[in-house]
């Protein structure tokens, strides 16, 4: 398996079941990028978790939580009237 940057906590296993293409497809991906299908499929979590905008890290968690304050919205607040 590749090395990530990141430290790995306690990992957790999942089977997951491929169609025969599915799986011939992220297999020469794999081969394509030089990446291991473990890496393919942290990317792809990552992004379906970002799509759906849940975050993975604390970081990211507090980041979002900050944006959902009225005050921190770039266009929210009270609006002006024109003059």
Known sequence: MGQRNEPREAARRK????D??????LHQLSLDSM??????ADEAFGDL????RRPVTLKDALRESAR???A???????KRKGR
């Open 15 to 18: 089977l997951i079941a491929f």
């Open 20 to 25: 025969g293409e599915t799986w011939q497809a």
């Open 35 to 40: 990446k291991s299908v473990q890496e393919l």
């Open 49 to 52: 978790l970002r799509k759906h």
């Open 68 to 70: 959902l304050m009225p």
């Open 72 to 78: 921190n919205d770039p266009s929210g607040g009270r």
